[in-house]
């Protein structure tokens, strides 16, 4: 299990990948995001991205699916506390091939038990251009004491 | 049809009602964000918020999705450019029915027949305590030229 005191700033995890594709890009955006640029390709064509795109609430989901599976379920997590400069800076197409990383930008030990950590989770497209960038604030657990 | 003169700041749209049952905290979570706290009751009662919460993703989702239905999919939007400000003020319980609202923080017309627009989603619980918050920083057409 990872502890406050194994993120120390700096250090950085790969998530691993995930493929999007057009199927799901639409049946995510049906229940969360029903606009035309993520559920109807012949609409998305018509707009100034020329074809269909994940909705930025798709992108924050797979970026955060990559990020419990490798890090946050290994991780004394007691709770997040929210976000911040979340960047969309790349549409993501169908069949993008997305790259995770998470890397630990802040790290305040506190002597309740508790590390007060900011970490940036970004996604990589298949060109290695950062697509989606955002920074999670949380509360992770301090080793206890042995 | 909303265009960016349509949204001047200080206007506010009601987005309607949402609730949110265990089986879809559990569902949502399984698939984007399968930490205990949101997928399994028994390790959620012994986690310090005492029983299943929403993921933050799925909170994400659902306010994103009254913003759609009843604002953004009415919207000349061209693009979304990111969040700021994200806050998750409280935990979202099951049959907890969330009310959204939209409110306009910033609009800049520019020349170029966009605006630049910035407004707050927030979520409040059934007893009027706001529970999630965030900032979207989006562009928007401009009315076209009668």
Redesign the interface.
């Known amino acids: 299990l990872l502890y406050a005191e194994d993120m120390p700033v700096d250090r950085r995890f790969d998530l691993g990948t995930y493929t999007v594709s057009a199927d799901e890009i639409k049946a995510f955006a049906t ?5 035309p640029m993520h559920v109807d390709e012949e609409a998305a064509a018509a707009t ?2 020329g074809g269909l795109i994940a ?3 798709h992108t ?3 970026a ?2 990559l990020a ?2 490798a890090v ?2 290994q991780t004394a ?12 800076l790349k549409p993501v197409r169908p069949d993008t091939r997305l790259t995770g990383s998470l890397q630990i930008l802040e790290n305040e030990l506190r002597d309740n038990g508790r590390g007060y950590i900011s970490w940036r989770i970004e996604l990589a497209d298949d060109a290695g251009d950062t697509v989606y960038s955002i920074i999670i604030d949380c509360i992770v657990h301090r080793r206890p004491a042995a």
Do not use: H, Q, T, Y
């Open positions: 229940l969360w995001d029903p606009l100034p991205f909705s930025g609430v924050i989901a797979i955060n699916r419990a599976e946050i379920s997590l007691l709770a997040g506390r929210g976000g911040r400069e979340m960047r969309l």
